[in-house]
């Protein structure tokens, strides 16, 4: 892994284990990220709201169930969703409440635009073990994504070009691949993304984390994605109060792709953006990524 950060990064001290993160701050100086504070059990009880993957597997033709070493003894667990061969694959990380199988009713709208979908779950999700934190959260995300063509692969699926798609949590985790990653990535899709983490960690837990400094604590999301420059889609309810829309609107911003588009949808919250934006929705991800017919 060290040899591919380096041909992205250069001598960037990146290739050290990834529980601390060197970054540019707008004085230009180099400073570390650290996830001290979001990995204490205060601040993780708020963020995180794992559950297992109850009953039996709901499997058909073409869904497969991985599982992906991430650290010693433990695996995140997760679903793919086959289109045809040579499909374009969304390597999907999901909100905080959700898991994978959650995706098994719909997945159907990403195949019928000839999208596969993997659907990745975080540590003591659906069928992972262990526990999940922010440090593991962004190590664990930048695993998946070495692996996913080996994996894609091992189950036999053709696969075309990755995209890389975040809902709420999971823009933290494909912001932290996206400005690694370079152009091995063909697009991003951020979803109910944050900006601002203790701004959303207060709304949601009403912590207040005097000491914070998004720089140096925090994920860091407007600074991930001001080093993105593949065609960047962002999707927001414009009645979204737990990451109101101005966060949306300040990731777009942010954004130096030359191709960069905003989706605001009128009347959607948090969890029902994808219900009542459908249409709109699904138009913006086609556009971006899905093959011609």
């Known amino acids: 892994m060290g040899d591919f950060l380096c041909k992205v990064w250069g001598n ?137 063509p080996e994996v894609l692969a091992g189950r036999g699926i053709d696969a075309g070009p990755i995209y890389l798609m975040g809902r709420s949590m999971g823009s933290a985790a494909v912001l932290e691949i996206a400005a690694r990653a370079g152009d091995d990535i063909a697009g991003l899709i951020i979803e109910s993304g944050f900006a601002y983490t203790f701004a959303l960690i207060e709304r949601l837990g009403f912590i207040r984390v005097a000491e914070a400094d998004e720089d140096r604590d925090g994920f860091g999301n407007l600074g991930k994605i001001s080093r993105v420059t593949v065609p960047t889609l962002v999707i927001h309810g414009m009645e979204d109060w737990i990451i109101p829309i101005s966060d949306g609107l300040a990731l777009h911003d942010a954004s130096p792709a030359a191709d960069k588009r905003l989706v605001t949808v009128p009347g959607a919250g948090h969890n029902d953006l994808m219900l009542v934006g459908r249409e709109p929705y699904f138009e913006a991800i086609a556009d971006l990524c899905a093959p011609p017919a």
């Not at 601390?20 to 180099?30: I, K, Q, T």
């Open 12 to 148: 960037c001290g990146l290739c050290a284990e990834n529980l601390r993160e060197r970054h540019d701050n707008p004085g230009g100086a180099m400073a570390e990220r650290t996830y001290d504070i979001l990995d204490r059990p205060d601040i993780l009880s708020v963020m995180f709201h794992p559950r297992p993957d109850m009953g039996p597997p709901r499997l058909a033709q073409g869904v497969h169930t991985v599982r992906i070493p991430v650290d010693d003894d433990i695996a995140v667990g997760g679903k793919i969703y086959t289109a045809g061969p040579g499909a374009p694959v969304i390597l999907y990380f999901h909100g905080n409440g959700e898991i994978a199988s959650d995706y098994d009713y719909i997945a159907p709208l990403y195949l019928s635009l000839g999208l596969t979908l993997f659907v990745i779950d975080y540590r003591g999700y659906g069928m992972s073990s262990g526990s999940p934190t922010a440090s593991a959260l962004v190590n664990d995300a930048w695993t998946c994504f070495e692996k996913t």
